[in-house]
């Protein structure tokens, strides 16, 4: 990278980076020596501070996205013999994953300096960034994505680079572990949230309350006024209260009582498996069912008279609306919401950390430090 192509302060030529080498098991992550990433016009080179980990960095290492239906997300074995497909085709194994990316801006190609987000902060090297995990890559009115860590390689490394319109400057005494734990979980929640229309008064039931997407959207429900009602695992129902939740259901104590509740405006549910059937009756009449996981199981059974008698609506989400990242950082910058980080590891233990997330007994998020 020389100066003529890039402002630049003195950098390294080689960083460390956690590979993905294929699909499969925990040997399929390796810790290794790359070079720097060289920079083309449009993109900035961030020196990653922390990185978010979410349940699809193990859904692409063990093939969960080609698997048979009916087998459940974050799982820890390998889907052997399922073809290795992502969200967008086929893998590009070998690949640094990861999504979530809080960094500063140590590079700048050509061609940058007409993007939003400089003149509303000043120059971008030297500034602390996040970075847009869904890039929209034929623009907003086409629902074609580009995933960061999924698509092309993402922050489990100690640089990276991206389109300079998907880094977002952020001013906040929020610590680079705590930013980190925001974009793929929040932008998810908000996405699901701005896309059923969310609204002060409903009545919103969330699943899964305790996950990173969960405890995300407990918290956004709540800022747009909503009551929520979570549900989440016994030993986890006060800290998922102190989220703010209006309501907290144990799974433990079955369901028996919920018809009892007020019924569900909206429910938001990354759970899926054998509760699809439970949520679609507990909806309202024009209720609205939104969805952008399946943790315990791809394959639901429908009964066609809820939805269609009931004159339900069913939304699936995966791109991300364009005002979903800028109201984030808005919330973030004015304290409308907090992090919710459950652990952090260095990066080289990443195997250490997939193993803890497996076990679901952590609240929010989990990250890694380069």
Not at 216 to 235: I, K, W, Y
Request: glycine fraction near 12%; proline fraction near 5%; charged fraction near 20%.
């Amino acid at each position: 990278m020389s100066s003529s192509s890039a402002r630049t302060a003195t950098l390294p030529v080689t960083m460390q980076a956690m590979v993905t080498t294929g699909q499969g098991g925990y040997d399929k992550l390796e810790y290794r020596t790359l070079p720097l990433p060289l920079l083309r016009p449009g993109e900035v080179l961030l020196q990653v501070l922390a990185a978010g980990m979410n349940n699809t960095d193990i859904n692409t290492r063990v093939g969960w996205y080609g698997a048979t239906p009916g087998v459940a997300g974050g799982g820890a074995e390998p889907t052997s013999g399922d073809a290795p497909l992502g969200w967008n085709g086929a893998t590009p194994f070998p690949l640094i994953q990861g999504a979530d990316c809080c960094g500063r801006v140590v590079a700048v190609a050509p061609n940058v300096q007409g993007q939003e987000q400089v003149h509303a902060y000043g120059q971008l090297l030297g500034q602390r960034v996040l970075v847009r995990s869904c890039m929209r890559v034929s623009g907003f009115d086409a629902p074609d994505t580009r995933w960061l860590g999924t698509d092309f390689d993402g922050a489990f490394a100690q640089y990276l680079r991206v389109p300079a319109s998907e880094v977002f400057a952020v001013q906040s005494d929020w610590s680079d572990v705590e930013l980190a734990s925001l974009p793929c979980a929040w932008g998810t929640a908000e996405n699901m949230l701005q896309r059923a229309g969310v609204a002060a008064g409903e009545q919103v039931w969330v699943s899964g309350a305790s996950g990173g997407v969960g405890s995300a959207a407990v918290q956004l429900a709540r800022r747009r006024g909503a009551q929520v009602t979570a549900l989440t695992s016994r030993d986890k129902r006060d800290a998922v209260a102190a989220l703010g939740a209006d309501r907290v259901l144990c799974r433990e104590d079955g369901t028996a009582a919920w018809s009892q509740l007020p019924p569900a405006d909206v429910v938001v549910d990354n759970v899926a498996g054998t509760g699809f059937g439970t949520w679609l009756k507990l909806l309202r009449r024009g209720g609205r069912y939104v969805s952008s996981g399946a943790i315990a199981g791809a394959d639901v059974a429908l009964d066609m008279r809820d939805l269609y008698l009931k004159d339900l609506t069913l939304l699936g989400c995966t791109a991300w609306d364009e005002v979903v990242f800028p109201n984030l950082i808005g919330y973030v910058e004015r304290n409308e919401i907090r992090p919710v980080v459950a652990a952090s590891f260095a990066l080289q233990d990443m195997a250490r950390a997939q193993e803890v997330f497996l076990e679901k007994q952590h609240t929010g998020n989990i990250v890694l430090v380069p």
